[in-house]
């Protein structure tokens, strides 16, 4: 084979896990594409699939072992030539990978990502290209956002976090790669940044000596085309006045805060290694709620933690009802090797980690059902991720509302909708998953 007969084989991706993770992979297939290999949505027409994989925790990694299978069966039927294995799964398990799974090409570290194009060339025997620097990423998210990883690692050694040994200690990426980088994007239409790492709240802390969050927002929110900035991933301890003052003021930042704050019993929170304790976390919350009312919260939290007692969960339940967060995940806890919380004793059962994740979802989604109603009537300028054929309707969201993990805006076509540009939407109900609205 040649590479003019490469430049003629079509590439698909599925990509599992995080945002940073559809981050790693996006740029994975711009370097393909740029190389001249077509990207394709569907894996049944590509001759190469990358499977780009999460190890977070065990759902994610059998969910990864699912779908590799899934491509292992294609690979075998003939309707894939070459299978190709990347992310976290492989960084985490390197030695078991080629004998659960032999029908995969290349397992990829992620210290390998740069190497694509030379990784597809080695699989058909190709003498390997000059690798090159690019800022071209082939979206597989709606154009109108992309997300703008600005680290990787972290440095944070939470005791129920896999992430420090996969991805190593916190490395911010330099400002000016990440101002081209997002220049690019302005250039291909994208028209909302959200920023996202394991902690976005230290950026350019390794980097510069001090943290320097605000100043890459600032250069960031100067970019013509590039519409709204919005932060994921904050820690608490790092959220401070200076912070929330410059979010408040700047017109492009999103008023939108996403904090993990995981747990609000002090001796959970401990154990955790979090660094905030109960009060510290009232204090931020009531912060912003009573000096930036028009700064909405989104956050996390972990229930059936080791040890937790019916108590400490009533705690919970109870900062739930009186702090009224905005939106709120919540995941069970996840017994993960190699991690401080895995030694601990009193591990809850899965009957009682299930039970307890059913009663603050149903807990909250009230709180939320109230809050949604309070939103009827009010209009928004809406961004325009895509188009519901079936429904006959446009998606999009507004800056109170992150794609993808938060509610969306549906609305029917007025007349000056269009995906990719904003427009202005009342909403007029909320039926459950999604607000509705009426373009104005």
């Known amino acids: 084979m040649t ?3 490469l430049m003629t084989k079509k590439i698909s991706a599925i990509s599992l896990g995080c945002d940073k993770n559809k981050v790693d992979l996006e740029k994975m297939l711009g370097k393909a ?7 394709v949505a569907d894996v049944t027409e590509a001759d190469i699939v990358i499977v780009n994989t999460c190890s977070f925790i ?10 590799i299978i899934e491509m292992e069966q294609l690979k075998r039927e003939g309707v894939i030539e070459k299978l190709i294995v990347s992310g976290c799964f492989v960084e985490r398990h390197p030695n078991e990978m080629k004998e659960n799974f032999p029908d995969v090409d290349k397992f990829m570290l992620l210290r390998e990502n740069e190497n694509i194009v030379t990784i597809i060339e080695s699989l058909y025997d190709l003498p390997a290209s000059k690798t090159k620097k690019t800022l071209h990423r082939v979206l597989t998210s709606p154009k109108s956002y992309a997300y703008l990883k600005i680290a990787d690692g972290c440095n944070n050694v939470c005791s129920f976090c896999t992430i420090p040994r996969i991805r190593g200690r916190y490395k911010s990426t330099p400002m000016d790669e990440l101002v081209a980088e997002a220049k690019a994007l302005a250039e291909f239409g994208v028209k909302e940044l959200i920023l996202v790492a394991q902690d976005t709240t230290r950026y350019g802390e390794d980097l510069y000596g001090k943290n320097s969050l605000i100043e890459l927002c600032e250069k960031l929110s100067r970019i013509k085309g590039i519409e709204w ?19 408040s003021n700047n017109p492009k930042m999103c008023k939108y805060l996403d904090i993990p704050l995981q747990h609000i019993d002090d001796e959970i929170l401990r154990s955790m290694r979090r660094k905030v304790g109960e009060s510290e976390t009232r204090e931020l919350v009531k912060l912003i709620k009573d000096e930036y009312p028009e700064i909405k919260i989104r956050s996390t939290f972990i229930v059936g933690y080791p040890g937790e007692t019916k108590s400490q969960f009533a705690s919970l339940c109870k900062f739930l009802k009186e702090a009224e967060l905005d939106y709120v995940g919540f995941f069970t806890y996840s017994r993960e090797p190699n991690t401080a919380a895995y ?3 009193k591990q809850l059962s899965q009957f009682t980690k299930k039970r307890r994740l059913k009663k603050v979802e149903a807990l909250q989604s009230k709180i939320f059902l109230k809050k949604a109603n309070e939103e009827i009537g009010k209009t928004y300028r809406v961004l325009v991720d895509q188009f519901d054929e079936t429904r006959g309707e446009f998606i999009g969201h507004s800056n109170l509302l992150s794609p993808n993990v938060d509610f969306a805006v549906r609305f029917v076509d007025g ?9 202005t939407v009342r909403i007029v109900d909320f039926d459950g998953s999604d607000y509705i609205g009426e373009n104005v």
Do not use: C, M, W
């Open 3 to 5: 590479k003019n007969e």
């Open 33 to 39: 594409e740029e190389y001249g290999i077509e990207v």
């Open 58 to 67: 065990l759902q994610a990694e059998e969910e990864a072992i699912s779908t």
């Open 229 to 247: 900035i919005r932060i994921h991933y904050l820690y608490p301890e790092k959220v401070d006045k200076t912070l929330l003052d410059y979010i």
């Open 343 to 345: 030694y601990l004793k």
């Open 415 to 423: 007349g000056n909708a269009k995906i990719g540009s904003f427009t």
